[in-house]
């Protein structure tokens, strides 16, 4: 099955900005865009971010995500953008859509941020 | 507060089945779609099965079509994930997940095939 593009491993400086993104194509994030999700080691993943029409009022990020995380899309790539850099922000980041063409849900292959 | 369960993992040999269950808590368990995400060793994520709240959708991937079958039991607030002819390469973690916005995972249960 169709899987997403994420770059294997982003490296940025504490307090920095990370862009993290999500590549796909019209069956999938095209279609209703992606959630995100972060796991750290040893732990199983946790929602950051909302796909498009998954959004309770509105609102893109669950309760208790940090404002930190934001999500946006444009065409057929989707993009985490982490502001703030923190210690604990040190984590796998994968993205999930739902394809249409396959009938079933993509995970991208995953980035690992590191925090220096 | 809202809780996800899994269990049912081990070892297991080539060829042979294994049952999973994943037990929910804390919300209206039927009134949501349910789903089996898997991760292998030191890899990502992958989604593997899903079905609806009435089981009127169900879905597998192409690498466990025909041999896994995916049910739930509203009544006992259950999910089940039976495997049959398992090969090496379905050793992994089991998660099972809430929704299609996956918002709620539980701890996973490992599952290992080798002879």
Not at chain 1, 4 to 21: E, F, G, Y
Not at chain 1, 63 to 87: C, H, K, M, W
Request: charged share 15%.
């Amino acid at each position: 099955q169709a899987g997403l593009t994420q770059p294997p491993s982003v490296s940025k400086d504490l307090r920095q900005t990370a862009t993290l993104t999500c590549t796909g194509n019209t069956n999938n994030v095209g279609f209703r865009g992606v959630a995100w999700l972060q796991q750290h080691q040893g732990h199983p993943p946790k929602l950051l971010s909302y796909r498009d029409n998954n959004r309770p009022s509105g609102v893109n990020r669950p309760s208790g995500v940090s404002e930190r995380f934001s999500a946006s899309r444009s065409g057929n790539t989707a993009s985490l953008t982490i502001t703030g850099l923190q210690p604990e922000d040190e984590a796998d980041y994968y993205c999930l859509a739902w394809d249409t063409s396959h009938s079933a849900w993509v995970f991208g292959g995953g980035t690992k941020l590191n925090v220096l | 507060e809202v809780h996800l369960v899994e269990s049912g993992g081990g070892l297991v040999q080539p060829g042979r089945s294994l049952r999973l269950s994943c037990a929910a808590s804390g919300f209206s368990f039927a009134n949501h779609a349910m789903h089996w995400v898997r991760q292998a060793p030191g890899k990502g994520l992958e989604w593997v099965s899903g079905l609806s709240w009435n089981s009127g959708s169900i879905g597998y991937a192409d690498s466990v079509k025909g041999r896994f079958t995916v049910s739930r039991d509203n009544a006992k607030n259950s999910l089940y994930l039976q495997m049959n002819s398992l090969r090496p390469e379905d050793t992994a973690l089991y998660y099972c997940a809430r929704d299609d916005a996956f918002d709620i995972w539980g701890q996973g249960t490992v599952v290992t095939v080798s002879s």
